[in-house]
C-alpha cells in the first residue's frame, strides 16, 4: 500500500529501498529466534518437557520451542515488555490489514457497483467493512480449528489468491496473447486452493491426495491452465483484430 500510494515513481524507488530493510528485519528475527531455540534445546533437552503444550497429553509441539525458549532466557519483568510489544506489534499489524481490506472491497467491488459514490459515502463503507471483518475475524480465530499447523493452513490460504495471481501477473506482463476472460478463469479457478485447507488426512488414507502441498500444485497448474486456455479462447478484440 505504500509503494502504491506514492505520487511517483522517484519516490518510490528510494522509499521501497529503505522499508526493505525494516522487512528484512522483522522477517529474519523469528527465523533467527527458532534456529536460537533449536540449539538451546539441543543442549538442554530435559527443560523442554518441563512444558505441556499438547493439551494434557503429555507431547509438546514443536511449535512451542521458540516461545518455551524466549521464557527461559528472559527474566520475568522484561518478558513482560517483549510480551506487550509483540502484543502492540499484532495490533499495529491487523489494523493495517483491516484498513487495507476494507479499502480493496470498497474501491473495487462497492464503488463499481455505485456509480457516483461521494467520498464520505466510501469513508462510511470502509468503516463498516471494517467492523464486518473484524467480526469475521474474531469468529474464526476463536472456533475456527486448522486442519494442520498453523504455518501449513497459512500457505494454503496464501495459494487461493496467488495461485490464481501469479499466471495473470506472469502472463499479463510476458504474453502478449493474454486476456481479461483468461484472467477471471484463473482467478475463479485458483478457488481450488481451499482444499489445502481441508482435513484430507481424516478423510482418506495416507497418500498424496491427503497432502496438503498435493493440492496446492494442482490449483497452481489448473490455474495456468486456465489462464492460457481462457485466453486462446476468449481473446480480446483488439488482440484478435490486430
Same mark, same amino acid.
Given at each position: 500500500m505504500r509503494a502504491c500510494s506514492i505520487k511517483n515513481p522517484e519516490t518510490v524507488k528510494p522509499l521501497f529501498k529503505t522499508i526493505s530493510i525494516a522487512y528484512l528485519v522483522r522477517r529474519s528475527f523469528p527465523a533467527f529466534w527458532g534456529v536460537c531455540a533449536f540449539a538451546y534445546f539441543s543442549t538442554h533437552p530435559g527443560i523442554i518437557g518441563l512444558f505441556d503444550f499438547g493439551e494434557g497429553t503429555g507431547t509438546v509441539s514443536t511449535m512451542a520451542g521458540m516461545p518455551a525458549f524466549l521464557a527461559q532466557i528472559i527474566p520475568s519483568g522484561?518478558?513482560?515488555?517483549? %510480551?506487550?510489544?509483540?502484543? %502492540?506489534?499484532?495490533?499495529?499489524?491487523?489494523?493495517? @490489514?483491516?484498513?487495507?481490506?476494507?479499502?480493496? $472491497?470498497?474501491?473495487?467491488i462497492v464503488a463499481p457497483l455505485v456509480p457516483n459514490?461521494?467520498?464520505? %459515502?466510501?469513508?462510511?463503507?470502509?468503516?463498516?467493512?471494517?467492523?464486518?471483518?473484524?467480526?469475521?475475524?474474531?469468529?474464526?480465530?476463536?472456533?475456527?480449528k486448522a486442519p494442520d499447523t498453523l504455518w501449513a493452513y497459512m500457505s494454503g490460504t496464501g495459494t487461493i489468491y496467488f495461485?490464481?495471481?501469479?499466471?495473470?501477473?506472469?502472463?499479463?506482463? @510476458?504474453?502478449?496473447?493474454?486476456?481479461?476472460?483468461?484472467?477471471? $478463469? %484463473?482467478?475463479?479457478?485458483?478457488?481450488?486452493? $481451499?482444499?489445502?485447507?481441508?482435513?484430507w488426512k481424516t478423510w482418506v488414507p495416507d497418500t498424496m491426495f491427503a497432502n496438503t502441498q498435493f493440492w496446492g500444485l494442482l490449483t497452481f497448474a489448473i490455474a495456468g491452465v486456465g489462464f492460457v486456455g481462457g485466453s486462446l479462447l476468449w481473446p480480446d478484440k483488439e488482440i484478435s483484430e490486430s
Open positions: 522484561l518478558l513482560g515488555i517483549v %510480551a506487550a510489544g509483540m502484543l %502492540a506489534a499484532f495490533m499495529s499489524t491487523h489494523d493495517s @490489514y483491516l484498513l487495507c481490506w476494507s479499502s480493496v $472491497i470498497t474501491q473495487d459514490m461521494r467520498d464520505s %459515502a466510501r469513508i462510511w463503507v470502509s468503516r463498516v467493512f471494517i467492523v464486518l471483518i473484524g467480526l469475521f475475524l474474531l469468529c474464526w480465530g476463536l472456533w475456527f495461485a490464481g495471481a501469479f499466471p495473470v501477473l506472469f502472463g499479463g506482463i @510476458y504474453w502478449k496473447r493474454a486476456s481479461k476472460r483468461g484472467a477471471m $478463469i %484463473a482467478l475463479l479457478l485458483g478457488l481450488i486452493g $481451499i482444499t489445502t485447507v481441508l482435513p
